[in-house]
């Protein structure tokens, strides 16, 4: 990683609603402040445009049901955008692995395994998304689709306390375990039980200064619940999802992880004249206009609210 770009890492199992949720976050942030986070390439942009044209379409469509096939890829993804600031525009790099290489025990992966590893130690901020369905339905009994001791694993692997880092716990496909504030209690409380290795390393002196984690459920969808898994022989090859149909598609709180993203990187420019971080941000942001910055971000940034928990690295996010 050269010092003028930023990575992210997106992490979770294929079909999680990785990409949805990076067409959804861009479009948001879009919407809000024009020409601020963009696509950097014709792929990134053409990719990102139809997954939210055709998430839009099956959301607003007549028919009830609202299905989602679990599709698998081998391929590494990658997305390319760019922060535009006053001086330069910095590029940022989102990437998004298939399940199978988060595998420490397939030597057949081994390669591919160890590339997550490096990339993800040197990711500011690693994204895991969770597919909301399978930690809560039958008492997590599916929770193995949801890949969250791959997650994990990953995660404890690339956490060091040479840099700060940032990571966003972020449920996805949750409307129906967020419609009341005893659901969303549920919700927390089941992503703290089956992220409980990660959240522990907060408590470790090695690394609690130097890492910050959050929650944050988002609708991508909006008008959508989970109904039900359809399964074929034994193995789930399908999510159903029921649609209220008196409600159009109203993707919610997208912008969420950029502003928490944005915030923990004029942190480090705050805290950071030099060095690793200094060394490009300068670039990014001046002195001048970090205030109005930093106001813009921060203003809608939601915690302890809705669902949305910051569990440790208060500092670190500004917040």
């Avoid at 490096?118 to 909301?132: C, P, R, W």
């Avoid at 689709?145 to 716990?169: P, T």
């Avoid at 399964?231 to 502003?259: C, H, W």
Wanted: proline share 5%; aromatic share 12%; with cysteine.
């Amino acid at each position: 990683m050269s010092v003028d770009e930023l990575w992210f890492t997106a992490l979770g199992p294929s079909g999680a609603g990785k990409t949805t949720l990076l067409a959804c976050m861009h479009k948001r942030f879009e919407d809000l402040l024009p020409g601020s986070f963009y696509p950097a390439d014709p792929k990134t942009f053409s990719t990102l445009s139809k997954a939210y044209k055709k998430l839009e379409e099956e959301a607003n469509s007549p028919s009830v049901e609202f299905g989602v096939a679990l599709e698998g890829t081998g391929d590494l993804r990658q997305y390319a955008f760019a922060i535009k600031g006053r001086r330069k525009s910095v590029p940022v790099r989102f990437f998004d692995f298939p399940g199978g290489w988060m595998n420490p025990h397939d030597e057949s992966q081994k390669e591919n395994y160890e590339h997550v590893i490096d990339i993800v130690q040197k990711s500011m901020v690693i994204i895991a998304a969770i597919n909301t369905p399978y930690i809560m339905e039958f008492n997590g009994r599916y929770k193995d689709y949801a890949g969250i001791d791959e997650i994990e694993h990953v995660i404890k692997m690339s956490i060091n306390n040479e840099r700060d880092k940032l990571i966003l716990f972020v449920p996805i496909k949750c409307e129906r375990y967020t419609r009341s504030p005893k659901d969303r209690d549920n919700m927390l409380a089941k992503i703290k039980e089956v992220f409980s290795g990660t959240l522990k390393m907060s408590e470790n002196p090695i690394y609690r200064d130097s890492l910050a984690i959050a929650i944050l459920p988002i609708h991508t969808v909006g008008n959508a619940q989970f109904s039900r898994f359809e399964m074929e022989n034994g193995t789930i090859v399908r999510e159903v999802y029921l649609k209220n149909r008196s409600i159009k598609f109203t993707p919610k709180d997208a912008d969420q992880p950029l502003r928490y993203a944005m915030s923990f990187l004029l942190e480090e420019f705050k805290k950071s004249s030099s060095g690793f971080w200094g060394s490009f941000l300068d670039f990014v942001f001046s002195r001048d206009n970090m205030s109005e910055i930093s106001n813009f971000i921060r203003d809608d940034i939601k915690a302890y609210k809705d669902g949305f928990e910051i569990f440790c690295g208060h500092r670190l996010i500004g917040i």
